[in-house]
């Protein structure tokens, strides 16, 4: 197989669905909300931004699974699975904050082979498959060079709902703040992720995920040359919901802090 052409037809299937969302901002009306569960909204820019998404893939690759948010197609028992977010960051498009993404995965068996998160408001296209580089608009990437926490920048998501968890991770932040440049929350797991692997973020930690919030970016920040695990180190990250993304250097020095309060 020819992963790079692969990539490239997916990247052309990705763009066009942010072109799509991109157009729809422009006169979003926030009374089409709904609401999945607490704190958990959709709207028909998310449901046909998929729709739009998996019928282009599906071209694509015939016959292929997917794992999709608003369940459009939930095919899994296949050789190749699509796991995709059309529109991560929704809280962010509906209150008009611009940093929202279209995160593509692909995977083989149980393998990552295509990456793809596209930041819809500053055109950046992050991208990679198997055997090639992790790319930034075809400009190749890599994670930062931080050995420490006193020279980072870290970034991270706070629990919208699940919140049993809220008062150790509180006391999570508090640690990490006192040793580093500052913590970030930007509201879009794909382009924190994406943000790693680029270098802008030295490292990234959240929990309450799903495997399309992080699959891709997961694999950019593999491919960049970082790490990606769950909060005791393993590599069952989509499994547990739990992500910590570093360049690789900080691992050991969030890790052991994390696991104070996990």
């Known amino acids: 197989m020819n992963y790079e052409l692969l990539c490239s037809k997916v990247v052309a299937a990705t763009r066009l669905t942010g072109n799509f969302i991109r157009k729809e901002s422009m006169a979003f009306d926030s009374n089409s909300i709904e609401y999945k569960g607490l704190n958990d909204m959709v709207s028909y820019v998310d449901k046909n931004a998929e729709k739009q998404l998996v019928k282009n893939l599906s071209k694509i690759l015939p016959g292929s699974g997917f794992i999709t948010e608003e369940d459009t197609e939930d095919i899994t028992d296949r050789t190749f699975t699509w796991i995709i977010d059309p529109l991560d960051g929704t809280t962010n498009f509906i209150h008009g904050i611009p940093t929202y993404s279209v995160s593509v995965a692909l995977y083989e068996e149980d393998k990552p082979i295509i990456g793809v998160v596209y930041e819809i408001n500053r055109g950046e296209m992050f991208s990679t498959y198997k055997g090639g580089p992790a790319l930034l608009n075809n400009k190749e990437i890599r994670v930062s060079k931080a050995e420490n926490l006193t020279q980072s920048l870290l970034a991270t998501g706070f629990p919208y709902y699940q919140f049993e968890k809220q008062p150790q991770y509180i006391q999570l932040f508090?640690?990490?703040?006192?040793?580093?440049?500052?913590?970030?929350?930007?509201?879009?797991?794909?382009?924190?992720?994406?943000?790693?692997?680029?270098?802008?973020?030295?490292?990234?930690?959240?929990?309450?995920?799903?495997?399309?919030?992080?699959?891709?970016?997961?694999?950019?920040?593999?491919?960049?040359?970082?790490?990606?695990?769950?909060?005791?180190?393993?590599?069952?990250?989509?499994?547990?919901?739990?992500?910590?993304?570093?360049?690789?250097?900080?691992?050991?020095?969030?890790?052991?802090?994390?696991?104070?309060?996990?």
């Not at 970030?184 to 930690?205: K, T």
């Not at 799903?210 to 491919?223: C, E, R, T």
């Open 174 to 262: 508090t640690d990490m703040m006192q040793k580093c440049h500052g913590l970030r929350r930007i509201g879009s797991a794909a382009v924190d992720l994406a943000y790693v692997a680029c270098g802008r973020f030295d490292a990234y930690f959240e929990y309450n995920l799903n495997s399309y919030d992080v699959a891709a970016g997961a694999y950019l920040v593999q491919q960049a040359g970082g790490q990606i695990m769950n909060f005791a180190g393993g590599d069952e990250f989509l499994q547990t919901r739990e992500v910590l993304a570093t360049n690789g250097l900080l691992t050991e020095e969030i890790l052991s802090t994390i696991k104070k309060y996990f």
